[in-house]
Structures are given as structure tokens and as C-alpha cells.
């Protein structure tokens, strides 16, 4: 079994911060790229921001300069730190990892439960 499991998430004023984690347990061999996707009402999910396991980051145009992702790896645990936050960030953020179970297995992309982020005032 593998869990991705988040926490981080909340109520906050536009132009505030906050930071998300996820930290996947279980059967795991190696992990390659993690990330973050959102998905807000009415809309399909988005990615956010990804990173790979030698730190090489992508994001997407509307968070890029505000929202920062990082990763753990000897704790397979992945971070999202949020910064001057708008009212459109508001989404439930979703961690992945695309990963191994052992050796000889194929990576399979693992999602989290999600969490909800709001900004309002």
C-alpha cells in the first residue's frame, strides 16, 4: 500500500501565505517527480507546480513568482509554499507521485486526498 497524505491547507486573506506538505509512506522503492495540482469548482484540475528528484521545478504561469515547491527526499515528503495569495488560487490542492514500488516495477503516479485552500477576506 502507498498513501500520500496532505495537510497545510485552510482559510486565508488575499495576500497571505501558506504552505502545504505531503508525505508519501508505504511500499515505495524509489520516487522520480512529485507534485502539485489543483482543481477549483467548475474547472478541470491544473498542475501547479512539479518537481523532479534532482530538484528541477516546473510551475505554471499564474503562480510563478509567488509559489515556491520543494521536496524532502529522504523523508518522501513534498512542500508547497504559498505566497501573496489571490482569490483565484482558492482550489482543493492535490499532491502526486509518480513512483516505484520496487525495483523491477513501472512508475505509477500516486494522488493525495486533497486540500482545501481558500482566500478570502
Known amino acids: 500500500q502507498v498513501q500520500l497524505v496532505e495537510s497545510g491547507g485552510g482559510l486565508v486573506q488575499p495576500g497571505g501565505s501558506l504552505r502545504l506538505s505531503c508525505a508519501a509512506s508505504g511500499s515505495i522503492f524509489s520516487i522520480n517527480a512529485m507534485g502539485w495540482y489543483r482543481q477549483a469548482p467548475g474547472k478541470s484540475r491544473e498542475l501547479v507546480a512539479a518537481?523532479?528528484?534532482?530538484?528541477?521545478?516546473n510551475y505554471a504561469d499564474s503562480v510563478k513568482g509567488r509559489f515556491t515547491i520543494s521536496r524532502d527526499n529522504a523523508k518522501n515528503t513534498v512542500f508547497l509554499q504559498m505566497n501573496s495569495l489571490k482569490a483565484e488560487d482558492t482550489a482543493v490542492y492535490y499532491c502526486?507521485?509518480?513512483?516505484?514500488?520496487?525495483?523491477?516495477?513501472?512508475?505509477?503516479?500516486?494522488w493525495g486526498q486533497g486540500t482545501q485552500v481558500t482566500v478570502s477576506s
Open positions: 518537481i523532479t528528484n534532482d530538484g528541477s521545478t
Open positions: 502526486n507521485a509518480d513512483l516505484r514500488r520496487t525495483l523491477w516495477a513501472t512508475a505509477t503516479r500516486y
